[in-house]
């Protein structure tokens, strides 16, 4: 029929105890990569590379004894750059996008899924305070690691096999930026009482340029991008405030609202895919777009409790017979559940706390803190509401597809494994139950891979994983299970210490690994000679010794 949406799923089993946190803390679910194509799983601690197509083994890793299991942090490597619709694959995209890497508090391990065994290895990367944040740099042969406190941040090479230390970075989240083609570093650190940019040269991370910013407490901070400028949002109660910089520091602008203007300051800030304009997100709930060239308010976006869009269609999510969950259109003006209907929520923000745009920067998803279940979609080119989609349940996470730009993931906090999925170009939202036994517990949606015009998408939590097929041409599809490894696997088989074995391959030889300061030793050699200090930083590699 024209039209239809149909569905294949296949059912993973996977042990509570097996799986590995996904990038962060005090979350367990497998962790696809970024083209979606293969999952990490970790079980009878092995680290697993699975197809997430077919569910076929591409990769087992033995982890080392010592590392703690769970591991706080699992994390692809990405591109340092902006993903638009019109992305085409290459070889050097293809190949490096298929490396990952695991760390506990003191202790670093990178893998590359073309390579049988452990690529590299950090260990003691801080000796006095633990591991906050670890992540890939600009290239995967490049590490980012932060330690506790904002004490200092580390920049490891995997290939001079050195690292550049920073002192006093900012612990936000968006505290550094990269310039897309160039790779060009923008950091902001706080040595004392003022906030500093530095801009970094790429791969030596010389110091270029150092700027004091004159901020209360910056709070993030973005390359544009085409790479020529750079936003800088301060705290909250500096009110609403966003600094245009450019490409090499130098302040150009400050968007500001003037003084006699009561508001509660800048939630959230995204530059736009296509470089058009950047978004400025408040805590009032309004969503400004400036335009790049002056940085002039091209439009602004409310986010009204009662919704009225003539000639458009609002949504909204009806619950049926056995918890069946469909989308009906609802008469205008529609009205959004307020926060106080859900008192359970965990939504301690106000104002805008999510705004996304889609590949290629057309279209703007969006929610207020105060209507927590309602998605807002909007034409940025025209500024129209498209469509307005009312839950029953608060708004977990809302994802794009990377390749169909008006395919949006939408996952809410219910308690059945469904999926929520718009598209334009379809008659209405749909919703996609999956088979995931109870009890389910913490959920997490992401899309998978895209081929012959099949989009995949999974649901997991802590003890189990569903994935889903979707076709477009409406072919009707059955859904199948499919058995992982993992079965049979009780858990006093997962972390006993006792049946670990360190399985992991002899260390190939290799000159000390160089810090900033100090070569950092600890290589063992073919000849079985140990050089054992504190901060060592092991490089493995098939067949030959580290270079």
Known sequence: MAGQRTFLCWFHPFDARDLLANRGPASQFPVPSNDGAYLAVIANSQLLIQSSATGEVIQAYVQPLGFATPCKWIS????????????????????????LLLADDTRIMVFDTTRPQLYAEISG???????????FGRTPDELMVFSDFGFKMQIWSLTTKRAVEIKDPKACSSSFSYRPKTGHLALLTRPAAHDVLLIMAPITYDILGALELGTVDARGIAYSPDGNWIAVWDTASAGCRVLLLTADGHHFKTYSLPDDDLNLGVSTV??????????????????????????????????????????????QEEIGQSLARSYTAAPQPAESPSVALFPATKEKM?????????????????????????????????????????????????????????????????????IHVWRASWSNPQVVR???????????ATWLSFDDHI???????????????????????????YTGLQ???GPEDMFDEGNSVDLSPVKPPGSGIESNETPALGLSTQLGHSLEVEDTFQFRRQGQAAT
Not at 357 to 379: D, E, M, Q, V, Y
Not at 456 to 481: F, H, P, V, Y
Request: with cysteine; aromatic share 6%.
């Open 76 to 99: 692809w490597y990405r591109e340092r750059r902006t993903p638009t619709a019109h992305d085409e694959e290459s070889s050097s995209v293809s190949s490096t996008s298929q490396r």
């Open 125 to 135: 990367a801080t000796t006095l305070t633990k591991l906050a944040r670890v992540e």
């Open 270 to 315: 995204q530059w736009n895919p296509n470089g058009e304009c950047l978004a400025v997100g408040d805590h009032d709930g309004n969503i400004t777009l400036l335009r790049t060239n002056t940085f002039a308010p091209q439009s602004m976006f409310p986010h009204p409790a009662t919704i009225e869009a003539p000639g458009k269609t609002i949504w």
């Open 350 to 418: 106000s104002g805008v706390t999510l705004m996304k745009f889609n590949a290629s920067g057309t279209l703007l998803a969006s929610k207020h803190a105060a209507t927590p279940s309602t998605l807002w979609i909007r034409s940025v080119h025209s500024g129209q509401l498209l469509t307005a989609l009312i839950h029953h349940s608060p708004i977990k996470s809302v994802k794009w597809h990377h390749k169909i730009e008006d395919l949006l993931l939408i996952q809410c906090a219910i308690p059945e494994p469904a």
């Open 434 to 444: 999956l088979p995931l036994k109870a009890p389910l517990g913490q959920m997490s």
């Open 455 to 481: 989009v995949r998408l999974m649901l997991s939590n802590n003890t189990q994983s569903a994935i889903g097929r979707i076709r477009l041409d409406g072919q009707e599809m059955a859904w199948k299970e």
């Open 487 to 489: 079965d049979g696997l």
